[in-house]
Every structure is written in C-alpha cells, then in structure tokens.
C-alpha cells in the first residue's frame, strides 16, 4: 500500500498543478479582457478626437478662413491698383508660353 499512497500524492499534486494552472489561466483572461475594454474606449475617444481635428483642420483651411485669418493677423487684403506686375514667361523647349501675375508690396527695402 505504500506505493499507492505515493502515487495518489503524485497524482494529488498533479492535480493541484493543473488546477492552479487553470484557475491562473482564468484570471489573466479577465485581465486580458478588461484591458482590451479599456483600450476599446480609449480608441473610440481617439476617433472621436481626430474626427474633431480634421473638422476643425477642413474649417482652418477652408479659404474663406484663410483670408479672415491673413486680414486680422497679418493686415493683408487685395491687391491695390497697380500692385499687381504680369511677368511673361517665354517659350521654352516644349513649354508655352504663359504669364503669371506677381503682388508687389510698397513696403520694399531699398526701393528707388
């Protein structure tokens, strides 16, 4: 009989492995769970945020917004007559000819 009770203390203690095992299993499956939870919040937030600024990025670009923001901040509006000077672009291997219209400023350094 002394091997069998050897063996049920093996076998008792196996059990006990296993058990334990799986009870530790369990448990770090609910961490793993409310993590997961959390982190789903976290993202929608974060959706939610960057939903917000690209809102507020489109509204910022807009060019309505641009020239609100470059008159109040920086006191620019249209072009003055004859602020405005045509540069003429020559033809140029394959290239047309074309012109394009430059804004000068009065405020120029070193001006005549």
Same mark, same amino acid.
């Given at each position: ?16 492995v ?23 919040q ?6 939610? *945020? ?7 990025? &489109?509204?910022?670009?807009a060019?309505? =917004?641009? +020239?609100? $923001? ?12 004859? *602020? ?5 672009v020559?033809? &140029? ?5 074309? =012109?394009? +219209?430059? $804004? ?9």
């Open positions: 009989m002394k091997g069998g009770g050897a063996f049920f203390g093996v076998g008792l203690l196996m059990g006990g296993i058990l334990l095992g799986y009870v530790w299993g369990k448990v770090d499956l609910v961490q793993v769970g409310y993590e997961l939870a959390f982190l789903s976290k993202k929608l937030a974060l959706e939610r *945020q960057q939903a917000a600024l690209r809102l507020q990025l &489109s509204q910022l670009m060019p309505e =917004s641009l +020239a609100r $923001a470059a008159k109040r901040r920086l006191g620019m509006g249209p072009p003055r007559p004859g *602020q405005l000077v045509w540069v003429v020559p033809h &140029s291997a394959g290239k047309e000819t074309g =012109s394009i +219209a430059i $804004a000068r400023t009065d405020d120029v350094e070193g001006k005549d």
